[in-house]
C-alpha cells in the first residue's frame, strides 16, 4: 500500500500537471478497489480508494467527469460492503474521506449520493470515547485496556483514562460534514437539523480540540443551508445556535479555538443578519468581548514582566512569540464580531461600540505593541465605513481618527500603514467636509506612498495597492479633496502608470471599476494606442495573478472592454505583444 500513499502525495503536489499520469494509474486503482476484498487486503483497498480520489481531485473535475459514474459505483459498492465492519476497520475512514473529496469535485450535483455517505459520517461524528478511572500512580491503561489510551492525573492514588483512538476519526467526521454543508448548500437540507443538534452538542466536547472547531465552523454553513428552506427555519436553528455559542465562546480553555468560536460569530452574524441578537445576548457578547480585551492586556503586561525574569532566554522568548501570535488572532476575530454587526446594524451598532471604545483607544497607545496599533486602526476602518453618520456630528472623534490614520500612513511597518490607507479611502468614500479637508493635506503623502522606491516589492505590495486605491477613492468620490488647483485630469496620466496593482483583491475591484468607468464613458486619455497597449497589460496581469476574479463585476466588464478591443486586429495583437506567456494564456482563457 506504501505505493498508493506516494502516488496519491505526488498527484496532490502536481495538481493538473498530473494529467497525462491519470489514465496509467486510474485503471489499475478501479481494479484493487473492485477485487481486493479478502480481510488481509483491507489496507491496500483502503489507500486505493484515498488513492483515486485525491488523483480525481487533483487533475480537476473536467478529467474526473468520463471516469466519475464508474468511480462512484465502485464506492457506493464498497460502502455496501463496509457497512458491517468494525469501527476500527481502516476502510471505513478512507471511504469517508474519500466521499469528500468527490463532493469538492462535483459540488451540489454530490447530492443524490447523500443518503449513502451521511449515515456512516454522523456515525463516527458522533461516537463517544471510552473513560476510565484508574487506580495506582504507576499503572498503565495500556496494559488492561490495549494500545491508544493516554492518562491524566486527578490526585495522588487516582487517574484519569480515556481511549484516543477513536478522536481522529470523529475530528475528520465532523470537517467531512463542514464540507457537505458547505458545498452542497440546499441540497443538505434533509441533514441540518440533527447534523446542527450534534455539533452544538460537540462545541462542548472538551477531549478534542480538532472536534470543537470544526463544531464551530459549520455554524454558519448549516445556517446558509437553512436558509434555503425559509428564514423563519434559519431562525429556528439561529436560536438555539446563538446561546450555545456565545457559552462556548465564554468557557473555551484553548485560545486559537476560541478565536475560530470567535470567527464563526461573525459569520454566523453575517448570515442572519440584523436583530441577530435580542438585548440579552447583545449585552452578554459585549461583556464578553469586554473580558477578552482586559485579557489581552494582561497577557501583555504578563509578557513584557516575563521578559524581565532571570531565566528568559531564547526558547522562552519563542513560547512568548507563539503566545502572542494567538493573542493578536483572537484580538483579529474580535474585530470581525464588531465589523460584522456594523455591517448588518450600521449606526444602530454605535452604543455597542462605545462600550468597547475604551479597548480600541488603548490598543493605539505609543508604547503598545505595532499589531495592537494595527488592529486599533482597523477599528476605527469600519467605524469610517459604517457608522460614518454618527461620526460625522462628533469632531472630537473625527479627529482622534485622522491623527491615527495620519500616525499609520506614516509609519515605517507595512501592515500597519496597510490598514491606515485602507481607512483613509473610507473618509474618501465616507468622510464629512471636516475630513475633506484633512484628506487634501494627505494627497502629497498618498503620491509619495504609492511611488515609494520599494512600491512593488513583496513586503509594501499591499500597502502600495492601498495607496493606489485611497487616491482612486478620492479621484471618484471626493475630487474636491485634491490640491488646490489640481485636477483629475491631471492626475489620471500618472495614477495609470502606477497600474497594475500586485495583489489586493479587494482594492483591484475598485480600482480596475473606475478604470473600467473612465474607459466606458470615453475618457480622452484612452483614445491612443499607449494607454490601450497599458490597458490590456493592466487586465492581464490582473487576470493572471487572480486578483480579478471572474464571477467579479470588474472582471466582466474588463472582458467586455477587451473583446471591443478585439474588433481592432491590429490595434489588438500591438497590445498583446507586450505580455507575457503568463499574461497571453491568462487572457485568452479569460476571452473563451
Avoid at 243 to 261: M, N, Q, T, Y
Avoid at 448 to 454: F, I, L, P, Y
Wanted: aromatic share 8%.
Amino acid at each position: 500500500s506504501t505505493w498508493g500513499t506516494t502516488v496519491a502525495a505526488i498527484a496532490d503536489s502536481a495538481g493538473d500537471e498530473f494529467v497525462p499520469y491519470y489514465p496509467r494509474f486510474v485503471p489499475g486503482l478501479k481494479y484493487i478497489i473492485e477485487n481486493a476484498v479478502q480481510p488481509d487486503l483491507r489496507m491496500l483497498r483502503g489507500k486505493s480508494i484515498e488513492c483515486i480520489t485525491l488523483i480525481a481531485l487533483a487533475v480537476g473535475r473536467d478529467q474526473f467527469m468520463p471516469d466519475s459514474q464508474a468511480i462512484i459505483d465502485l464506492l457506493l459498492r464498497a460502502q455496501v460492503a463496509t457497512a458491517d465492519m468494525s469501527s476500527d476497520d481502516p476502510q471505513v475512514s478512507y471511504m469517508i474521506s474519500a466521499w469528500a473529496r468527490i463532493c469538492r469535485l462535483l459540488g451540489r450535483d454530490f447530492t443524490p449520493f447523500l443518503p449513502s455517505v451521511m449515515e456512516p459520517l454522523m456515525k463516527a461524528a458522533s461516537q463517544k470515547p471510552d473513560c476510565a478511572l484508574v487506580d495506582g500512580e504507576d499503572t498503565n491503561p495500556e496494559d488492561e485496556h490495549g494500545p491508544g489510551w493516554q492518562m491524566v492525573k486527578l490526585s495522588e492514588d487516582q487517574n484519569f483514562a480515556i481511549n484516543t483512538s477513536c478522536l481522529e476519526d470523529k475530528a475528520t467526521a465532523c470537517n467531512l460534514l463542514v464540507c457537505y454543508a458547505k458545498e452542497i448548500k440546499e441540497g443538505f437540507i434533509d441533514y441540518c437539523e440533527p447534523v446542527t443538534n450534534l455539533m452544538i452538542e460537540l462545541l462542548k466536547f472538551y477531549f478534542s480540540d480538532e472536534v470543537r472547531e470544526s463544531a464551530a465552523e459549520a455554524m454558519p454553513h448549516l445556517l446558509e443551508v437553512a436558509k434555503t428552506r425559509s428564514q423563519e427555519y434559519m431562525w429556528q436553528h439561529w436560536s438555539r445556535i446563538s446561546p450555545e455559542l456565545i457559552k462556548a465562546i465564554d468557557g473555551e480553555p484553548e485560545r486559537e479555538v476560541l478565536a475560530d468560536h470567535l470567527d464563526s460569530m461573525a459569520q454566523c452574524i453575517e448570515v442572519v443578519g440584523r436583530n441577530c441578537f435580542n438585548a440579552e445576548q447583545l449585552h452578554q457578547l459585549g461583556e464578553l468581548l469586554n473580558s477578552l480585551f482586559d485579557q489581552h492586556f494582561t497577557r501583555n503586561e504578563e509578557r513584557l514582566k516575563k521578559r524581565q525574569e532571570e531565566d528568559y532566554d531564547e526558547e522562552e522568548e519563542q513560547r512568548l512569540l507563539e503566545e502572542k501570535d494567538d493573542d493578536e488572532y483572537v484580538l483579529a476575530r474580535i474585530n470581525d464580531i464588531t465589523r460584522a454587526l456594523f455591517k448588518t446594524h450600521g449606526c444602530d451598532m454605535f452604543p455597542f461600540y462605545e462600550a468597547l471604545q475604551q479597548h480600541v483607544h488603548r490598543l493605539m497607545l505609543d508604547n503598545s505593541p505595532l499589531e495592537d496599533i494595527k488592529w486599533g486602526i482597523c477599528f476605527l476602518d469600519d467605524l469610517i465605513e459604517y457608522a460614518q453618520p454618527i461620526i460625522a456630528s462628533q469632531p472630537q472623534q473625527q479627529e482622534f481618527i485622522c491623527r491615527q490614520l495620519e500616525r499609520g500612513v506614516r509609519h515605517s511597518d507595512p501592515a500597519l500603514c496597510q490598514a491606515a490607507l485602507y481607512g483613509v479611502g473610507m473618509v474618501a468614500i465616507h468622510g464629512s467636509t471636516h475630513m475633506t479637508v484633512w484628506l487634501r493635506c494627505m494627497f502629497p503623502l498618498l503620491v509619495e506612498k504609492a511611488e515609494h522606491e520599494n512600491s512593488k516589492s513583496e513586503l509594501w505590495m499591499g500597502c502600495t495597492d492601498n495607496a493606489i486605491s485611497a487616491i482612486t477613492k478620492i479621484l471618484k468620490h471626493k475630487s474636491e479633496a485634491l490640491p488646490e488647483g489640481v485636477t483629475v485630469d491631471q492626475v489620471l496620466p500618472r495614477w495609470l502608470q502606477w497600474l497594475p496593482l500586485g495583489e489586493d483583491e479587494e482594492e483591484s475591484e475598485q480600482v480596475y471599476g473606475y478604470l473600467c468607468d473612465l474607459i466606458d464613458n470615453g475618457h480622452e486619455l484612452f483614445k491612443n494606442t499607449e494607454s490601450l497597449v497599458h490597458v490590456v497589460h493592466c487586465f492581464a496581469h490582473a487576470f493572471n495573478h487572480g486578483i480579478l476574479s471572474s464571477g467579479k463585476e470588474s472582471h466582466a466588464r474588463a472582458v467586455k472592454i477587451l473583446k471591443q478591443l478585439q474588433g481592432n486586429e491590429e490595434l489588438f495583437r500591438a497590445c498583446c505583444a507586450h505580455l507575457s506567456p503568463e499574461e497571453l494564456k491568462s487572457l485568452q482563457a479569460s476571452l473563451q
